[in-house]
């Protein structure tokens, strides 16, 4: 083709001293027109009749093909292509000029074919996040690798087209940098081993609610990738940890108690010691209105008057004998009130009981698991219950124990 270029220059009446600059440059004119026109075509025709099809198509896959840019990738191959086969055709082949843009033909494919790789991992790394119920295996770190390697051996190709020589003798002089190589890789090997060992051991999964107080970390797992894993806290932050730092260190994975049922309450009242007391008769007949404490009430009577065979006896001598008093039948209110709340998980352990008495008083703690895990439900939960039961205490005559406010000083004064 150049040779008939020349021809037809030399028909023009082109001097003989012009006519290879002036093939050269028709030449490269023609080649930079078809290099637009093949990228117009392939961005303004393939790509919209594509974008089309896709749209109009019922699956949800080929969308992800769009959404990463497969397709615009591979469009623009065409002209680089182009520019590959056209220049020796339309070019003087042992020119200067020839040689760079058959070189620069070579590097840019190579980089683009590894871009078009690259978006193609990035479309199974979606399809996995989306159709996978379980993600312990790390397809992101491991994509990562494999664009890592893709990137690496476009560089040794583009590399080798540059200095003319053979892939294979470039690859047979990277023993020798072994040694660099496993220095600036270092943070990445690291993670690829840590990836392996979180999937193995199912340590932690997208998804989850992890706690790193270390990195000030706590909340969902957004994406687990070779180096960093990001975490997404409460207040709509995002925390990025070392991957390795998951099996380096400790963390706390909730995942086990949004999958057992149940979430757990574990927290005290702290009832006054001074306002703890026997229950007289009155006191009693008052608290069996209640429904929750009769059965109670009734087996505690009938096991103190069947020891001591005489009831009156019995709660008119306080000095000598057994007595029932506020803050254990106040117990067992409260754990007949969480056994048939129906916001409490039956399945799970549900008791309340007495802690060591401190210099602020007597705390009972209630331990037990809500069968909602949803943070808001899980803390209006909690917190009709403790609502409750603080409103009840006084009619077992018990008073909550907090420190004197001013409210308490105003009215002793006055």
Known sequence: MNSSLVAWLTEQGIPTSYLNLSSQLIGLLFIVIILFLSYYL????????????????KNKWDDLF???????????????????????????????????????????????????????LNVINSLYRDKAHQRYLPLN???????????????????????????VYLLSGLGALTAVLLLVFQDTIKGLVASIQISANRMVAPGDWIELPKYGADGDVLEIGLNTVKVRNFDRTITTVPTYALISGSFKNWRDMFNS?????????????????????????????FALLKEYLAEKLAEISGKENNLDVVLNDRKNNRQLTNVGSFRAYIEAYLKQ???????????????????????????????????????????????????????????????????????SNG
């Not at 392939?42 to 198509?57: G, I, T």
């Not at 980089?111 to 790789?117: E, I, N, P, T």
């Not at 005290?268 to 001074?274: E, K, Q, R, V």
């Not at 709340?341 to 703690?365: F, I, S, Y």
């Open 141 to 167: 770190s491991t994509i990562q690798v494999i664009k890592l390697a893709i990137y690496l051996v476009a560089t040794i190709l583009a590399i080798s087209f540059i200095l003319g020589r053979s892939p």
């Open 261 to 289: 049922g149940g979430r757990r309450i574990k927290r005290s009242i702290i009832i006054d010691i001074g306002s703890i007391e026997f229950l007289s008769r009155d006191k009693i007949a008052s608290l069996q209105e």
């Open 42 to 57: 392939a961005k303004q025709l393939f790509l919209v009749l594509l974008h089309a099809a896709v749209l109009k198509s």
């Open 341 to 411: 709340h129906d916001k409490v998980n039956k399945g799970m352990t549900c008791m309340v009981r007495q802690l060591p008495a401190t210099e602020t008083g007597l705390p009972l703690e209630l331990y037990f698991f809500s069968n909602d895990q949803d943070w808001v439900n899980y803390e209006g939960i909690q917190a009709d219950i403790f609502d409750h039961l603080f409103a009840m205490a006084p009619l077992f005559d018990l008073r909550i124990f907090q420190h004197p406010s001013g409210y308490d000083w105003k009215k």
């Open 66 to 120: 769009l959404e990463h840019k497969v397709f615009v990738h591979i469009a623009l191959l065409t002209p680089l292509i182009l520019l590959l086969l056209l220049t020796p055709l339309v070019l003087t082949p042992d020119k200067v000029l020839t040689t760079l843009l058959i070189v620069t033909a070579k590097v840019a494919i190579s980089f683009q074919v590894a871009r078009c790789m690259s978006a193609s």
